[in-house]
């Protein structure tokens, strides 16, 4: 029976995770007399507590008993659904957590909290009688060691019906047993069938037995029921309060005496599959502990099957494809090169389906990222005094999984600054005329190659006069300055800009929306704001699909290719000499339509030698991009063709280049850049003002000599 | 001669006594190389391999001994021309014109750069004690990157530290900013 059970653990401690988000979300939405809720709820407890029982996590095992018992009795109807017992559940639910992340971690977790907790819920076990209160510590002295010294063991034995056929007698064990000390025994005959459908050689009973002893442990009860471990489901119980980073004595299930028997019996009698693993218990917990630990940081993706399906059939093909290509090369000749062709296409297409799978494995979505947020709202509405409904629209929209583990930060700072910020207090919102309540809608949806989250609350809007005022306050603008709205807005994201009259602990420090912004930025995204006063603000936050694969336009630039993320494109042009203008001191701008749109020569900005083509301005290819809401032209020498380029790093090995976000590997084996768009226009920018400031210092210098 | 024979022969690890002092050292090979007429090497674990020079794809803005990056099954790598580096010899590209690929593991992280140098010569066999300290009578190599002197029959060996080749140095804006003011 030494089954290696360590090699479980992840899959127990994926489970758990689920299992948890499972009973967050379902305590939030849980409502009177909701019955499948609530069983929900009791069945994730359950399996967690199951499955920490079979891997030896006694703590986790003995905590989360008492949250069954709990929603057991919710579930019976012995107790009502009151808002602080789900209140209690909730932080119940933080500590498992924290409980299970400590294993996944192999860290330390915070005890004091735990024991905190777990009082509170023996308490509200025990109703609020205030004699009852003092239980639970007066039991740790009473019935551990009780005044002799002796500790108190309950035993539940439920043999298999064959076990006497084996040769066992249970009277043999209980002799044995009561040989380590003062023992009750007490039969359970309900199984017991009529006499007709009885076997005779099969048992049926099964014992609650409770030995008194001094020196008695569990390892040496369970020598006695060595020889019928296998066929019996066998739970050995020390009477004693919850001892989290206790000796291996405490088991699996630990009750306090406080607790009614019932509950253990009727827990018992469910737990069948589970307990009975947990006899392996011993064997676990040696090799338990060193396994976990290489694998912390090895992420994994729940995927769907029809996903893996689906690239199974395209490999299937593309196998098929190669095959034909290897027949057709074996004897070729010209008359055959229609067949290649045709033969090339379809590998073409085998490769282009097989990538769209691959990535559509990486992609999950985005509720994994919503699914904290109804926890969130929950938890700050109570520490605001506000009263905030969460709508969560577009869940199922897809993203990559790095992505969406990069983007969880910030959004979750949006959240709490649409609350903290956004939403107005309820006396505020009536007299407002609004509704007492506030609405913060969560969306997310596919634009184009990317994908839109909008982050939006019906609150009082964004106060443009109070951030303009702070603004000038700080220095970062002119007094007097015109601004439009939306350069207002973006003032928020300047580092240590903060306008909330208070500092609360939720935000207001002025310490994020730059943060926000940058990690957004940082994965190729942005964030645009839309406020009315009065009516609330949108946070729009705009991402890629993914951050491994980009569609790009491939331009010439001298002798170098470049690559243009396709998706900043705006439209490409050739110039027409009329349409440029040189303004305010040598400044080139290109007029497109209404708008003026300065132009970039990247030969320049990079220092490269171009064709003389580009050199001159007229009738040269033109390249309208937009970042941050800032058309630029590129002047390239050529356009090439449009293509999918796999992103690698460039600071690997080398270093992060201004102007350019990462390489890739063409057709032809060499290597091509790919522009970062914003950063070319911000290394644009310090080029433009450094020619400025030097041309003052020499014109200042000028200026002296005369 | 049997190869066995050969591999016997170079000394792997040993102990050595100096001064009293006891030392355990192990025989080291080093890759050798040429830079203008000059002896260079490098630890030969630290070499990826070694390829023939090929045009890069250029970085901009990088420095000048920058040449840019090559595609090496997959993996970007930058080019470093030693010559501009080290400010010895001009980057002119023969025949024998090479880049050595080093894979240089520290810190905990691993960096792949690869190195043009005007030819590999041979595998040399240095004992730790055969490593004199360079004096420090200036020279164009900073002294930073020089692991040490060895004496091959009449020539010397400079033996280069492969760790300080590693860090490059951060793209400079003040020379592009110049560079702009020229054009304009």
């Not at chain 1, 807005?489 to 240590?496: P, S, T």
């Amino acid at each position: 029976m030494s089954v290696d059970l360590s090699q479980f653990i992840p899959n127990f401690l994926a489970e758990s995770f689920e299992g948890l988000e499972l009973m967050e979300s379902s305590l939030l939405n849980l409502e009177q007399d909701d019955d499948e809720t609530i069983n929900a709820i009791f069945r994730a407890a359950h399996s967690i507590k199951g499955g920490a029982g079979t891997f030896g996590f006694d703590h986790v095992t003995e905590f989360t008993h008492l949250v069954e018992t709990l929603l057991d009795e919710m579930r019976n109807g012995q107790r009502a659904i009151k808002q602080d017992d789900v209140e209690l559940l909730l932080v119940s639910v933080d500590c498992m957590k924290m409980l299970i992340e400590a294993i996944r971690d192999e860290s330390d977790y915070d005890k004091d909290k735990i024991d905190e907790t777990y009082q509170l819920l023996l308490v509200a076990l025990n109703g609020k009688e205030p004699d009852l209160l003092e239980i639970p510590s007066k039991s740790t002295d009473t019935t551990t060691t009780s005044k002799d010294g002796m500790l108190e063991w309950k035993i539940t034995f439920i043999p298999e019906h064959h076990l006497v056929q084996t040769g066992n007698d249970p009277l043999l064990l209980f002799n044995a047993l009561a040989e380590l000390g003062e023992l009750t025994v007490e039969a359970n005959s309900s199984n017991l069938p009529s006499i007709l459908d009885a076997d005779p050689q099969e048992l049926y009973l099964s014992w609650n037995l409770t030995l008194r002893s001094e020196n008695a442990t569990e390892e040496l009860i369970r020598e006695v029921f060595e020889w019928v471990e296998d066929e019996c489901e066998l739970t050995i119980t020390q009477n004693k309060p919850i001892e989290c980073e206790g000796h291996s004595t405490g088991t699996a299930e630990n009750n306090p005496s406080t607790q009614p028997v019932e509950a253990t019996k009727e827990s018992i009698a469910i737990d069948t599959v589970t307990e009975n693993a947990q006899l392996e218990k011993p064997v676990v917990k040696a090799a338990a502990k060193p396994a976990t630990k290489s694998k912390v940081d090895v992420g994994s993706i729940r995927v769907g099957v029809d996903k893996v399906d689906s690239l199974i059939n395209l490999v299937g093909e593309l196998v098929i494809t190669q095959s034909m290509l290897s027949e057709l090369g074996t004897d070729f000749d010209i008359s055959k090169v229609e067949r290649l062709t045709s033969g090339l296409e379809q590998l073409l297409q085998n490769t282009k389906e097989l990538q769209e799978s691959v990535m559509r494995i990486r992609m999950l979505p985005i509720s994994f990222a919503f699914n904290r947020f109804p926890r969130l709202i929950h938890d700050l509405g109570n520490k605001t005094g506000k009263d905030i409904e969460l709508v969560l629209k577009g869940e199922q929209t897809e993203l990559d999984k790095t992505v969406m583990e990069q983007i969880s930060d910030p959004l979750v700072h949006l959240v709490r600054n649409a609350v903290d910020h956004g939403i107005e207090p309820a006396n505020v919102r009536v007299a407002n005329g609004k509704t007492a309540k506030g609405t913060i809608t969560l969306n997310a949806y596919h634009q184009g190659g990317s994908i839109v989250i909008e982050i939006k609350d019906d609150g009082g809007g964004i106060n443009r006069d109070a951030v303009y005022n702070k603004a000038v306050e700080k220095g970062i603008v002119d007094a007097g300055a015109s601004l439009t709205d939306n350069q207002v807005f973006e003032l928020i994201f300047e580092a240590g800009f903060s306008t909330a009259q208070e500092i609360s602990d939720i935000s207001g420090r002025g310490v994020g929306m730059d943060v926000v912004k940058k990690n957004i930025q940082a994965l190729g995204g942005r964030i645009q704001i839309d406020s009315t006063p009065g009516e609330g603000s949108t946070f729009k936050v705009n991402l890629p699909l993914t951050l491994a694969i980009l569609d790009g336009q491939l331009v010439k630039v001298g002798s170098e290719t470049y690559i243009v993320p396709l998706i900043t494109i705006v439209e490409s042009l050739q110039t027409k000499a009329e349409l440029i203008n040189r303004v305010s001191g040598d400044m080139v701008l290109y007029r497109l339509r209404e708008d003026n749109v300065p132009i970039i020569p990247i030969y320049e900005l990079f220092g490269i030698e171009s064709d003389a083509k580009a050199n001159t301005l007229e009738e040269a290819l033109l390249v309208v991009v937009e970042a941050d809401g800032q058309k630029v032209g590129l002047l390239v020498d050529d356009l090439l063709a449009q293509q999918q380029v796999v992103i690698k790093s460039l600071d690997e090995n080398y270093q992060q280049v201004e102007g350019i976000s990462g390489a890739t590997i063409l057709g032809d084996g060499s290597v091509a850049m790919i522009l970062d768009i914003p950063g070319l226009i911000e290394l644009a920018m310090q080029n433009a003002n450094q020619r400025l400031s030097s041309k003052l210092q020499s014109i200042g210098t000028e200026g002296a000599m005369i | 001669m049997d190869i066995q024979e050969l591999v016997g022969e170079i000394p792997i690890e040993g102990e050595y006594s100096l001064e009293g002092i006891d030392f355990i050292t192990s025989g080291e090979q080093y890759l050798t190389f040429t830079l203008a007429n000059e002896q260079y090497a490098v630890d030969i674990l630290c070499v990826e391999e070694i390829r023939s020079w090929e045009k890069p794809t250029i970085i901009p803005n990088s420095p000048s001994h920058v040449c840019g990056v090559i595609n090496m099954r997959g993996v970007i790598v930058p080019i470093i021309d030693l010559r501009l580096k080290f400010t010895i010899g001009e980057a002119v590209y023969t025949d024998t014109t090479v880049v050595i690929v080093l894979s240089i593991d520290s810190d905990g992280c691993s960096k792949t750069i690869g190195f043009v140098v005007d030819a590999v010569s041979d595998v040399l066999n240095a004992e730790d004690t055969d490593i004199k300290s360079a004096p420090a009578f200036g020279g164009c190599v900073p002294q930073h990157f020089i692991a040490g002197l060895v004496n091959v029959g009449d020539n010397v060996v400079t033996l280069l530290n492969v760790e300080a080749l590693k860090q490059l140095e951060s793209h400079q804006l003040k020379a592009r900013g110049e560079q702009w003011i020229k054009n304009t």
